[in-house]
C-alpha cells in the first residue's frame, strides 16, 4: 500500500520555491543556496535563516542572456576569495558568477552547442563540463580564451 501523507506523516511546511528545482547546492562556508529548474536557465539564490528557524528566503535570480530557450542550468558551487557558482546548460553558455556582485566572473567561449549532463569545479581555477554526448571540456578561469574540448580514452 505504501505511505499515506495523512495516516504516516504530517508535512509541517510546504516548499520554499515556486518553480521545480532540479539541481540544488549548498555555497560552501556559506547560508547560501542555489537551484536551478525549468522553465529556463536561471539560477535562483536563496538564504537560509539563523539556526533557531527553518525559512529559505529567495535573495536573487541570476539570468542568462539566452535563458528562455535553454533548458534548465546545471550548477556548481565553491567558496574561494568569494563564493562563486558555475552554471550553464551548454558549454557555450556557461559561465562563473560571483554571487555576491553578481558579477560574472568567467564566460566561457566554447562553440559547442551539445547539451550539458554535469559540471563541477576541481579548484579554485578549474572547472570541467561534461557533455550529454560523452565529451569533455575544460574551463581555465585564468586564460580568457575557449575552453579546451579533451578527448575521453578509449
Not at 52 to 73: Q, R
Not at 98 to 103: A, T, Y
Not at 134 to 148: F, T
Request: hydrophobic fraction near 35%; glycine fraction near 6%.
Amino acid at each position: 500500500q505504501g505511505l499515506c501523507p495523512e495516516r504516516d506523516f504530517k508535512v509541517e511546511c510546504g516548499g520554499f520555491s515556486e518553480r521545480p528545482v532540479y539541481n540544488l547546492k549548498h555555497v560552501p562556508g556559506t547560508s547560501l543556496l542555489a537551484t536551478s529548474g525549468p522553465p529556463d536557465s536561471s539560477v535562483q539564490l536563496w538564504q537560509v535563516s539563523a539556526e533557531d528557524s527553518d525559512v529559505i528566503k529567495s535573495i536573487s535570480t541570476i539570468s542568462t542572456e539566452n535563458s528562455a530557450g535553454e533548458s534548465w542550468a546545471k550548477i556548481a558551487t565553491i567558496s574561494t576569495r568569494a563564493p562563486w557558482v558555475l552554471h550553464g546548460s551548454r558549454p557555450c553558455s556557461t559561465r562563473i558568477t560571483e554571487l555576491e556582485s553578481q558579477k560574472e566572473v568567467y564566460v566561457a567561449a566554447s562553440g559547442s552547442s551539445e547539451e550539458l549532463s554535469s559540471l563541477a569545479f576541481l579548484d579554485s581555477t578549474t572547472a570541467v563540463l561534461c557533455c550529454a554526448v560523452g565529451q569533455l571540456c575544460v574551463a581555465d578561469v585564468r586564460q580568457r580564451g575557449p575552453m579546451q574540448v579533451v578527448p575521453i580514452p578509449s
